[in-house]
């Protein structure tokens, strides 16, 4: 089954396994035992795709998902979890078919799913997604371009962010009509990383459509470009 609560001790498995798991796939188990005790989670086989942010386990130290991440488990990493209360729940996410070689070949309307993240978990800090646009070339991002979050405020009507952990910033989209104007698409976004402890923080702010007045001198700021992405059929030079 796709999630379901479970207690005591035994096993559990992905939807279909040992065969191939389903696309687009959201199971959560919650696992719970008596009060006295405390929950140990290891995984004797794990096979996913090669992306751990488009599949991917994740644990959380208490009886829903908005308790503390513990961790993420892709690409066949064996972690072992404890929890800290007699709680634990286990998410298991998966998106579509991925292509990982570049240029990015698409179909129109396919979801695609994009991750942001520090090198290193870090609790004393936040990530927080303030724009991502989408241009022609990777050169020029304020002449013709197509906005997918503008100051932290979702503008293509099929984002979806998806939340993990503060120290990492996911969403997903659906490939647009903006698409099929251009021969590829470059994506760029901009993420502000702010102390965990500053209430007042750009990144605790959320969308705003305010001037963002000294955002880099404010806090640390980065900017990442990801493509080419291409429709199907379609041939750029790059």
Request: charged fraction near 15%.
């Amino acid at each position: 089954p796709c999630g379901g609560s479970l207690f005591g001790s035994g096993n559990f498995s992905s939807p279909n396994h040992p065969n191939y798991y389903y696309d687009n796939a959201y199971c959560v188990w919650q696992l719970r035992t008596t009060d006295d005790q405390r929950i140990f989670l290891s995984f004797t086989y794990v096979q996913l795709e090669n992306c751990c942010f488009c599949d991917y386990i994740a644990i959380y130290d208490g009886p829903s998902v908005s308790s503390p991440l513990l961790g993420e488990v892709c690409n066949d990493n064996r972690s072992v979890f404890y929890s800290s209360s007699n709680y634990m729940t286990v998410v298991f996410r998966t998106d579509g078919s991925v292509v990982t070689q570049v240029p990015y070949k698409v179909s129109l309307n396919q979801y695609l799913y994009v991750q942001v993240g520090l090198r290193w978990n870090d609790s004393n800090l936040i990530l927080f997604l303030d724009t991502c646009v989408a241009s022609p070339t990777p050169f020029d991002f304020h002449t013709r371009v197509y906005y997918l979050v503008r100051d932290g405020c979702p503008v293509d009507d099929t984002y979806h962010p998806i939340t993990t952990a503060q120290s990492v910033a996911r969403f997903s989209f659906r490939a647009f009509q903006f698409l099929r104007a251009s021969e590829a698409v470059y994506i760029q976004c901009k993420v502000v990383i702010c102390p965990a402890s500053d209430s007042n923080s750009r990144c605790r702010r959320g969308c705003s459509r305010r001037a963002a007045r000294g955002l880099e001198s404010e806090h640390e700021s980065q900017t990442l470009v990801v493509g080419p992405i291409q429709l199907n059929g379609q041939s750029a030079q790059v």
